[in-house]
């Protein structure tokens, strides 16, 4: 199959998804099932047609960032990465290139937790009490520094996406949390959530960098900009900046959510 039919045959099977989370375990699941040329010859194609601001592309590509974002895709992004530098795909290269930080923060590790002494909470009872509505529970919770505890908070009905925010933008933050934040389909589609995300430091680059393929224009100025955010994520939103349409162009284009 033709590499722009393969990507529009893609496109349309996502978006006939409704749910988000569905949406990145489908295109999980092409990854593990295609060929890789061929599915990196499909992604380099919506990547290519998602920076020219086209919204069927756009929709798309969150659902391939959600999926190459999830857990256990090491391998494929890595594969990916692989075919993108032997063909020169760069709209794919974009997506999943790995940046190095120029000046990378002190890494920030969790403090010993004296399991069940002292008064002190296990892991799972803290993750029993990340399940439970309590306004005063979530407080305490939201700094937790174990991604399992993260991942059942973020699953909390009484959860705002102020709270989310705080988490998000927290400096200096544990990288495990972030990612398990950016790979929460319900949050990290907020554009709130996703700019705090990839403004932080602390966010592992890999994802900023795939995040920052989401941004509209004016988001891309502002982390192309900031002094904080590592030297190579702001490289790449240059380069997506330089192949955005012209705002009048774009025209009011769909955010993506």
């Known amino acids: 199959m033709e590499r722009s039919a393969r990507a529009d045959a893609l496109v349309r099977a996502i978006l006939s998804l409704a749910d988000a989370s569905l949406r ?22 919506i990547c290519e047609r998602a920076e ?45 290139r790995m ?3 120029s000046s990378p923060p002190p890494p920030r590790r969790p403090e ?31 700094g937790d520094p174990h991604p399992d505890v993260i991942r059942r908070v973020l699953r909390n009905p009484r959860l705002t ?23 929460s389909t319900k949050w990290s589609h907020r554009p709130r959530v996703r700019m705090a995300l990839v403004m932080n430091p602390s966010t592992p680059p890999e994802i900023a960098a795939r995040i920052a393929g989401l941004l509209l224009r004016p988001e891309l100025e502002l982390v192309a900009h900031s002094p904080a955010v590592a030297a190579s994520v702001r490289a790449i939103c240059f380069e997506h900046l330089a192949r955005r349409p012209p705002v009048d ?9």
């Open 24 to 45: 990145a375990s489908y295109v999980a699941s092409i990854g593990r099932s295609w060929d890789v040329t061929a599915f990196a010859h499909a992604l380099d194609v």
């Open 52 to 96: 020219q601001a086209e919204a069927p592309p756009r929709e798309a590509l969150l659902a391939v960032v959600d999926a190459l974002n999830g857990e256990g895709m090491e391998e494929i992004v890595q594969r990916l990465r692989e075919q993108a530098a032997g063909e020169s795909l760069l709209a794919l290269e974009r997506l999943v």
């Open 99 to 101: 940046p190095v930080r």
């Open 112 to 142: 010993p937790v004296r399991e069940g002494r002292d008064g002190a909470m296990t892991l799972g009872q803290r993750k029993s009490l990340a399940r439970r509505p309590n306004r005063d529970t979530l407080a305490r919770l939201l």
């Open 161 to 183: 996406e102020d709270d989310v925010v705080r988490v998000a933008a927290k400096r200096p933050s544990y990288a495990a949390v972030l990612a398990e934040l950016a790979r």
């Open 249 to 257: 162009q774009a025209g009011q284009g769909g955010r993506i959510h």
